[in-house]
DNA sequence: CTATATTTCGACCAAACGGTCCAGTTTTTT
DNA sequence: AAAAAACTGGACCGTTTGGTCGAAATATAG
């Protein structure tokens, strides 16, 4: 499964040959079709894995919480992600951009579940005067894309910033912070 | 270039067939190597295209201009840019993704180039005290991931929100639109 | 009209790819 | 130790894919 992620997130699904898997875990084509019956199968495998992971973060919204802390803790939660697993970050994305072809019961099913348990609970925030009236979806939205651009478009960050990795992240941070928090303040 | 733009941005590079591009425009294979002389010419010729247009946004922006109202401006031709022309969008985030191997040249060169300029004006402005103390390129960077987000992960936004696309471009216009200019307020 | 350049087409090719097969080896179970 | 199960290697196969070729059709020029 190292071996899978690490070149389905870089060629995408149609980009990875089962030879590059093979050769990348260093076992023999029938091995690998031993396991699974398709390269499909592998890449389903691998989704399914690594979703689970990723879903974590949200979560770990507490409704109890103050509503600026937990929201800046899941934004430094989901930022952490895109620093220490950036190619699941993109493993998503390539299937996302594609149509989501293989994981589209999980979007319409569990995620979307989660997604509007947690916005009832932004909302909830929204009208009690504890942050500013914006769409709870839409919030949600932008702090995935601010955090996983990090991972997703790793290639055009580094090439605009020559920095090292961490000051990379520790800037993101502190930009992010600055206009989540201010932005998000009631007025 | 249509049916390129089509296909490649629905499958990505590896993922579209020449078949599948002569298909949608219409035309047979040795039609097409007529005036291309390889899938990759065609994909390169359309990337190069695009890319101009893509640019055009940033270079709007204006030192000479109130600079809440031009960023927020900026903003704006974004994520029309997004509704307007998602295929454009995903075309990119597909070429990025996967490290930009045909592009590189103008990421270092061109954009970096263009990036650079804005950024010197929009830490100016910071100076000046008149926006958020926040790294310039980190804004710009939280500015493209939330615009595109839109385009990029069309499906996953379509099915988390059932809206009709309008009323979703709306909401999003007025969420990032309290979050960005109330974040970037000086304090 | 004739000749030249441009454009189109279907047939074809070689390489790459997903996947199969089977004979053999190693590990586990009894 | 014997038998069964799990596992591995490499040769092989059919399809898909990027790309070629030459002949025919169409347009342009003198």
Chains 1, 2 share one sequence.
Not at 14 to 29: C, E, P, Y
Not at 107 to 134: H, M, P, R, S, Y
């Amino acid at each position: 499964m190292d071996a899978a992620l690490e070149v389905f997130s870089t060629y995408g699904y149609r980009g990875s040959t089962i030879d590059q898997i093979v050769q990348a875990a260093d076992m023999s084509k029938s091995s690998l079709f031993y396991y699974f019956n398709s390269k499909t199968e592998v890449y389903v495998a691998l989704l399914s894995e690594t979703l689970e992971e990723w879903l974590k973060p949200l979560t770990q919204l507490d409704p109890a919480g103050d509503p600026l802390q937990e929201i800046w803790s899941y934004i430094e939660r989901k930022l952490d992600m895109s620093r220490t697993n950036p190619k699941a970050s993109r493993l998503f994305a390539n299937e996302i951009l594609h149509g989501a072809p293989n994981i589209m019961s999980i979007l319409t099913g569990e995620l979307k579940a989660l997604v509007d348990e947690k916005c009832q609970t932004i909302q909830l925030w929204i009208d009690q005067g504890k942050l500013a009236q914006v769409s709870p979806y839409h919030l949600i939205f932008m702090i995935w894309a601010t955090t996983q651009h990090y991972a997703d478009y790793e290639v055009q960050v580094d090439t605009l910033i020559g920095d090292d990795c961490d000051k990379r992240f520790a800037d993101a941070n502190q930009t992010l912070k600055t206009i989540f928090l201010n932005g998000l303040l009631p007025r």
